[in-house]
């Protein structure tokens, strides 16, 4: 028998999969969670041994529930959050907390990349992308700013699952997918972009080396083995970012299908067969997990993650409910949503909680209720929150079908899509067909494909896909609905761009 397992390294928390092949076949799964740190509004911190501790944890129980020998887990494929920064000293200890993907904290240090490259269609031409405050760059540049002990102790910064795979393998290295997201790789080339490294000042020697997502990058080290109930022949691969592995678990290797993620970010993803950049810089252009090959993407910071914050600040009572019943507070609320009518009365939520990359790349937009009445209850605010979500993703999608992206099918993952009224809103804002999948694991089950290929079990990623990934059940748009929220969009749209100014003295004040 031939195992591979699949190690997400989410925000919320650790998910480990083992996968049988050649089937594909998911034969067991375990998670585990871990807090994240806002030390100021707008700041998101976590610390890499929670990582760790969880990594470990559910590894030790996949193989477990697995009940395979360890010599049949052939690979582990890594995933993770993207954009983080894991500042290590030269014995590789961890010198501050990791600065994460939704950290808004780097606004001057994006102008200072911009201005430091000669211009931001200087940058662009040189690495695909703008600056954004979520990129690892950025926080490098904080950390020589704003914390110069903390820079001079710092020999190495890694992405989150690349720290993982150091404690896995006792090497340094990353892949092209995530490595896109660091703002310092020539996307194009695929390899790191030495003119924005001497541009910027920064020693090359910081970053790991890079392959591509299926390759080998190393073996368990026996201390982990032992401790995980593995064996040193187990090979770690490349991976992916969450993105580029929740792309391949759902087949999205090609053009034609774009795949959409609702977790604690929001997603929309879809396939290149060559670099092709927004000229506005709206959308990323990253490399994919496929050899030679690339894609687009938009990312809504607060997606689920909108829900969540609601659920968590509002609804207390209803998840101790939920608890006792063993029932999850989000089915409770999608419940209330759905006796409500499209357009809750007139509520718009819009997702900016912490801020927003597509298509606003606007670190002082914030969350916002907007249409309130004496008639609205909370079934309206849940069905609001749903809407405003889904609107930023046709954001999304629409920026995407404007460069030119044909859109035949939609697929749905992450936690908001094992809604069956979450996909019905998307199927409806978006006017597609929108697919969920038989393996809906996502990233996870991605990169135990890139570990399949990586240990020999397909030629290739495509043919990985091709032989395991099916979608299950399909959600056409309602006519009526989606007609509707035609009309509802341009009001969302509007909306941000009212209070943009406003935003700006809100953020003055709450300084
Ligand atoms: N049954 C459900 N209905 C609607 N939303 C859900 C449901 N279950 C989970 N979610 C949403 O999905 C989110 C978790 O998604 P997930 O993809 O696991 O996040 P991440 O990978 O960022 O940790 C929750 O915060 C919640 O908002
Ligand atoms: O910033 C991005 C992608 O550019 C996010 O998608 C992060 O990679 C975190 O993902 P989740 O924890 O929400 O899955």
Redo the contacts with the bound molecule.
Sequence with gaps: MSVILGV?I????TKTIAVRFPTGEVIAEASASYPCHHPKPLWSEQDPADWWRATLKTIRQAVKKAGCKPADVKAIGLSGQMHGSVFLDKKDEVVRPALLWNDQRTAAECEEIEQRAGGRKRLIKMVANPALTGFQAPKILWLRNNEPKNFDKTASVLLPKDYIRLKLTGERASEVSDASGTLLLDVAKRRWSKPLLSKLELDPGLLPPVVESHEVTGHLTAEVAKKVGLTTDCVVVGGAG?CAAGAVGNGVVKRGVVAT?????GVVFCHSDAPEVDPEGRLHTFCHAVDGKWHMMGVTLSA??S??WF?DTLCETEKKAAKKSGK?V??TL?AEAATTAAGAQGLFFLPYLTGERTPHADPLARGAFVGLTLSHGRGEMVRSVLEGVTYSLRDCLDIMQELGVGVREVRAT???A??PF?RQLQADVFGKKVCNMAADE?PAYGVALLGAVGAGEFKNVTEACDATVSTVAETKPTAKTKKFYDRAMPVYQGLYRSLKEDYRAIAALAE
């Design positions: 997400d989410g925000t919320s928390g969450d993620s609702l977790g604690t970010s689920a993650g829900f969540q659920a999850s989000f089915e999608v992450g936690g908001g094992k809604s979450w996502g």
